[in-house]
């Protein structure tokens, strides 16, 4: 299978490292996908240089999703796929939140296409999103309790 | 559910509530209008009605069993959502499909993006007041849905592409049966195209309608043929292949206007490029050939070896019980469904069940944009507006 998408990620990579080294905690290669990890401060930041950097231009955020690794701690990763339409690259950016306290940094100032996306991942497993111009329920009733895509809550709903 | 005095506050204008059930909402959209006369203020849109929890079904059954869950989503484009998902689990499992099964796949989903397409442009001009239009389109739709019948066994829901290939081997007589297709369906393209792309009405509707610039579209995150009709050439196919696109010659259609016109003349010409894909796949299918992988206690084994070879059967029982684990890891996988990029996030933890299954529906993500494109337009605009971003509610709502 061609893997085009990630061959050039070990120059993001390291384009991030030579901006602020602390900003990729750890580098995941898997089938052929980059996955950089990233400090739960310095999301906002990172993303900002994916996108602001003329060599990255990540102009657009495809899409937003949340894994509950329940009942591990930091129980929560947050997985963002950038993609740059110029350059035809792809890479995923993740970040770790804490169960006790799910919040996180928005990315809606950088992307206005994160807002659906957030509001998606608030609804369905309960993160807060700082900066987030409309933070409400999207798919749910405003009156539901709990989020279901959260791993302790049953798959056949709460009685 | 969002109320109108939170959503719009309290002020001079006029608050209208757009569906859940309306015609042109294509299912169970609302939109909460803040009017001034005739002209929009501000919309809002309010999702949910359709909402059936499908990721979180597919967390609860094994990688096999959530295939018929994702037919559900899209339901004009299932084969696309089938494939999408079946990428994904192969690429968690470092899976190779034969040749001749991916051109099959790139077939059924060219046949299925032309009937995706010809749902959107009949109701789109029923919406703006063309009957006849719809009745044409539906016509050609039940062809492709009978070649769909006589692959999968089903119309819509077909669950026909699996994990390693495909379901069952197709129907004898199935070249004549697509080849009829194909040679009747130019000149039908060409007959919706006299009833529509001369027509002052059409043009009095549409051009100029739901205009937002190229930068604003890549900003909300828009794909397809939205985007494609702003003057970016971004086409999953092309950027990033999948399937054994890369091997085909197909253009990818472009406008410069991004308005609502121009998003139906980038339909009308994709369908003709697809068109042209199909046949290029029908000439690479040869007659004979695997339509599965071999990976015993992945792809289920044949019915014969199943009745001769114990390990087949131990195999079988296997997949059928228990399913199989992917070793841990995450894979998002694009593809190019007729609404824009369709993908599929998995994260496994080595267990027969996926840890987490996530679907970027283009729907959902195109419809953020819809409150800009209408805003300072006609209510009348807005029905057009909500029609040519092409959403189907199973998806949006997932």
Sequence with gaps: MPQPAHANASAVIDRL????PESVSQVIEYRGETTVVVPHKLLLATAEQCKQDPELNFNQLSDATCVDRFPNEPRFELNYQLLSIPRLARIRLRTSVSGQQPVIDSLEPLWPGANWLEREIFDLFGIRFEGHTDLRRILLPDEFEGAPLRR???????? | MTTVETAVGTSKTMVLNM???????????RVLLELDGENVVTAVPDLGYLHTGIEKSCEDKTYSQA??????MDYLNPLGNNLVYCLAVEKLLGLEVPKR???FRVMMVELQRVSSHLVWLGTHALDMGAMSVMLYCFREREEILKIFERFAGQRMMTSYIRIGGLALEPPAGWRELVKRFLDMMPARIDEYEELLTKNRIWHGRLKGVGYLPAETLIAMSTTGPGLRAAGVAFDNRKAFPYSSYEEFDFNVPTRTESDCFARYLVRVQEMRESLKIVRQAMGKITDQGPIKSEAPGI???QREKMKTEMEALIYHFKIFTEGFSPPPGEVYVPVESPRGELGC????????KPLRVHFRGPSFVNLQALPLMVKGQLIA???ASIGTIDIVLGEVDR
Aim: net charge neutral; glycine share 8%; charged share 20%.
């Design chain 1, 17 to 20: 490292r030579t901006w602020k």
């Design chain 1, 152 to 159: 302790d809550f049953p798959v056949e709903g709460k009685r």
């Design chain 2, 19 to 29: 569906g859940p059930q309306h015609p042109s909402t294509h299912g169970v959209l």
């Design chain 2, 67 to 72: 295939i018929t869950l994702t037919d559900r």
């Design chain 2, 101 to 103: 099964a991916q051109y």
């Design chain 2, 299 to 301: 792809v289920p084994p």
């Design chain 2, 345 to 352: 996030f998995i994260a496994s933890d080595g267990s027969p």
């Design chain 2, 381 to 383: 605009d807005t029905v």
